[in-house]
Structure formats: structure tokens, C-alpha cells
């Protein structure tokens, strides 16, 4: 069954011809190879380039490295990369005109010097060039530093609400559920089996994500490593900092883990994309505060996975959702803070923070987004647009809530939709 990925083919399609190398990157197994090697491939050949003009070669294969004078199996005993001059010399054979040439290499991070080989070719006018990679060094956040800016990133998430109700066979209501529970990695949403799909998520998480984290890193300590995550996948959209952190692991676990250790762990897990950090804003003071941060899961069916699917907190998990979409739509998203000054009932003034969940900008545009699970009644709405009343400008505030209720303003001039349409219509912000 072929899943379509249009949001990720047209950033490719867009890109054609720009001079730059363009460098698919995104969690491991989220879809990247087959972007490139099928859903690319087949739209080139659509618009009449020539097989003969696209050059696919995947540097884990023992077919393609045999064409090259390479054998896989030699490469494993000897520990080494793909020779360079090899690739080049097979690259330079596929070569008999002046016409262009659709360079797509994947798993290119197993290609010695591969950032000097492509930055080389990047020379010939000729030679139109698309890689991907899934190893931790390779997905780092900073990998276009390594084309010396000559890079033209295209991150990849895992499958979208919408992309995942293409291939489900049932309803929205049924399907919200399941992909809150097992998210979108496209091999798990294939699979049948709810069995299949759990064994599949924690085998992803042991055998692929934490070990390329700790071989990347050099890792001494797996085990505090392992029990960072297990705490972080318990707080999902919870304030936190390394400091609260090494204080659970000394209650809890009687470590003695420090607070820069933690820090120096949380940056493994952002560059390998697994979790992103929103940093909380300062909406009347227009300020960022440094601590503490929300922490969420590229992808929620690996978080379920990683506590063995025991917590599940609809809340947690939509709050989840609602900021993958937005970051998969673009946007920059922070954690709002509202500062105010109030009154008790025995007059004395009391200072509070109320909190926005999201603050998106996107270019000019900004919107203000509060996660509600439900709104059951008047006083459950006016505690969810409290923080809104406090912000004095003109940008949209909405409400984003599960229950079943048609997208409208309210008096106030907020705008309330349900999840189902927020995430179905990917132009649902400007309703």
C-alpha cells in the first residue's frame, strides 16, 4: 500500500534546479528513502526524464555497492566507510552527455568524505542533487553546516493526521485514537496487528534510536540515558529543566547524575529529532525565558512505546499532536507566558503567570493556541481563554478542543474548532 507524502514531494519538486544539495532529514524510518527513491523517482520519470538521467544509488545495499567494485560484507569486517574514488569513478560512467543528471544517494553518511565528494559536485552544471541519511551523525540538527552552506534542508516528520487517515480503514473518531496511541511511523501504521504495531515501536526505540544516540555520543552510562527518556515520555508537555530533572533522579533513582550531564543529554535527544523542546515566551515582556521548557515526541506512538503503552493521557497526548502538526505545517512554536497582577480576597496583590499553550509564527503570522480535551461548561471555557482576555493585540486566539463542536468565534471574537478539523484541513488556522 503506497502512502502519499504530496507535503514533502512538492518541497522536493520546488527545489528542483536551485543550485543547492538538497538533504532530507527527519527521524529514522519516518519515510525519507521512500520520498526519494520512489515517490521522487516516479514524478521525474512522469514529467520525461529519462531513466538514463537518474542516478539512484543506496550506500547500504550489497547490489549497488557491487556495481562499484564494494562488497558490503568486506566493509562490515574492515569497519570502513565506501572508498570515495570508487563512487566517483562509478558516477563518472553514468555520465555520456551534457543533459542533467538527478543525483538521489541514500544512506550517503556511509560514504567516506561524502560531505567534499557532493560539495564537488554541486560544481557541475549538469547535476541536480537530492540525499538522505538515518544515522544519529547524519540526522544532527547541524548537517547543512556541513555543505558549508550550500545545503537546502527538507525535515521530514512522521505521517501527518491527514496523511495517516489515507491509508486507515475506519473513521476520524477511531482513527485519532489509534494514531494518538501509535503514531505514525509509517512501517507501524501499515501494520495489522495492535500486537504487531507495539512490538514494532519498542523494538524501533531499543534497536534503532537509543543505541544510535549512544553510539554517536559515546555514551558511557545507558542506563541513566534510558532513565532520562522514561521520565521525560511520563511528562509529555510538562515544564522542566535539568535542574528539576537531576532532582527526580535523586528522589527516584538515588542517582547522582548532574544537572549538566542531563542538559548534555537532552541536546542528543533534539539532534536526533526524537524529542523537541518548546521554549516559553514572555508575551507581555516579548522576551524568551531561558527555564524551564516543554518537551515533546516527534512521534507519539514511540513515546507510548518507550513506558510499555501503561500512561495514557488523552490531554498529554493531544497537546502532543496539536504541536507536531504545527511544527510539520512550518511554524516556530513557543510556550506562552502571560504575567498579571491580581487582587485575593484580602486585597493583597498577587503575581501569576497564566499560560498560552502555543504561541506559532510563521513570517508575519502568529496565532495563539490553547489545547482543551473538553469543555464541558462555561467555566471550563473561560479558564481556557483567561490568558487570551491578558493579551493585548490583534493576533488570532484559538481553542482547539476534542469535543464535537463546528469551528465559530465566540462573543469574544475567539475562534473554537475540534481537533478533527484542525488537523484535517491544513489551512484550518486562517478559518
Known amino acids: ?34 520520498l526519494l527513491n520512489t515517490l521522487f523517482y516516479q514524478h521525474l520519470l512522469a514529467n520525461g526524464i529519462n531513466e538514463s538521467h537518474i542516478i539512484r544509488f543506496a550506500f547500504d545495499s550489497a547490489d549497488d555497492l557491487y556495481l562499484m567494485g564494494e562488497s558490503l560484507i568486506e566493509l562490515e569486517k574492515e569497519n570502513r566507510k565506501v572508498d570515495p574514488e570508487k563512487f566517483m569513478a562509478y558516477i563518472r560512467s553514468k555520465i555520456s552527455d551534457k543533459e542533467m543528471y538527478y543525483l538521489l544517494l541514500d544512506e550517503v553518511q556511509l560514504l567516506d568524505c561524502f560531505e567534499s565528494v557532493l ?35 527538507i525535515h521530514m516528520y512522521p505521517l501527518s493526521f491527514s496523511e495517516f487517515m489515507t491509508v486507515f480503514h475506519g473513521d476520524k473518531y477511531e482513527g485519532l485514537s489509534q494514531y494518538m496511541l501509535y503514531g505514525g511511523i509509517p512501517l ?6 495492535v500486537g504487531d504495531k507495539a512490538a514494532a515501536l519498542s523494538n524501533l526505540f ?22 532520562l527518556l522514561n521520565i521525560l515520555s511520563s511528562a509529555i508537555g510538562s515544564l522542566t529543566n535539568p535542574e528539576k530533572l537531576k532532582d527526580t533522579f535523586r528522589s527516584v533513582k538515588k542517582s547522582k547524575i548532574t544537572a549538566a550531564t542531563i542538559k548534555k543529554y537532552l541536546g542528543y535527544f533534539e539532534d536526533s529529532f526524537l524529542l523537541e523542546a518548546a521554549h ?69 496583590v498577587i503575581r501569576k503567570q497564566l499560560e498560552v499553550d502555543f504561541i506559532c509564527n510563521l513570517g508575519s503570522a502568529r496565532y495563539y493556541i490553547q489545547s482543551a480535551y473538553s469543555i464541558p461548561d462555561e467555566d471550563k471555557l473561560n479558564q481556557e481563554i483567561r490568558p487570551f482576555r491578558k493579551i493585548d493585540d490583534s493576533f488570532k486566539k484559538i481553542v482547539v478542543t476534542k469535543d464535537i463542536v463546528p469551528a465559530h468565534y465566540d462573543e469574544n471574537g475567539f475562534f473554537i474548532i475540534n481537533i478533527y478539523d484542525f488537523l484535517l484541513n491544513p489551512k484550518s488556522l486562517e478559518g
Open 1 to 34: 500500500m503506497e502512502i502519499k507524502r504530496d507535503f514533502y514531494l512538492n518541497k522536493l519538486i520546488n527545489r528542483k534546479h536551485n543550485g543547492l544539495i538538497k538533504v532530507i532529514t527527519g527521524i529514522r524510518r519516518c519515510g525519507k528513502s521512500y
Open 119 to 153: 560539495n564537488g559536485y554541486l560544481r557541475k552544471d549538469n547535476m541536480d542533487i537530492y540525499v538522505t541519511g538515518s544515522n544519529a551523525k547524519f540526522l544532527s540538527s547541524d548537517i547543512i553546516t556541513e555543505f558549508a552552506g550550500r545545503g537546502d534542508e
Open 188 to 193: 507501524v501504521v501499515l501494520r495489522e496487528e
Open 206 to 227: 531499543s534497536e534503532i534510536y537509543v543505541r544510535d544516540i549512544s553510539k554517536r555520543n559515546k555514551v558511557k552510562n545507558l542506563s541513566e540515558l534510558e532513565d
Open 280 to 348: 516559553r515566551y514572555d508575551i507581555k515582556g516579548r522576551a524568551y525565558i531561558a527555564t524551564p521548557q516543554k518537551y515533546y515526541f516527534s512521534d507519539l506512538g514511540l513515546r507510548n512505546a518507550r513506558i510499555n503503552f501503561r500512561q495514557f493521557e488523552q490531554t498529554h497526548a493531544m497537546e502532543n499532536v496539536i504541536y507536531n502538526e504545527l511544527r510539520m505545517r512550518g511554524y516556530n512554536v513557543d510556550v506562552g507566558v502571560v504575567p498579571i497582577a491580581e487582587k485575593n480576597k484580602e486585597g493583597k
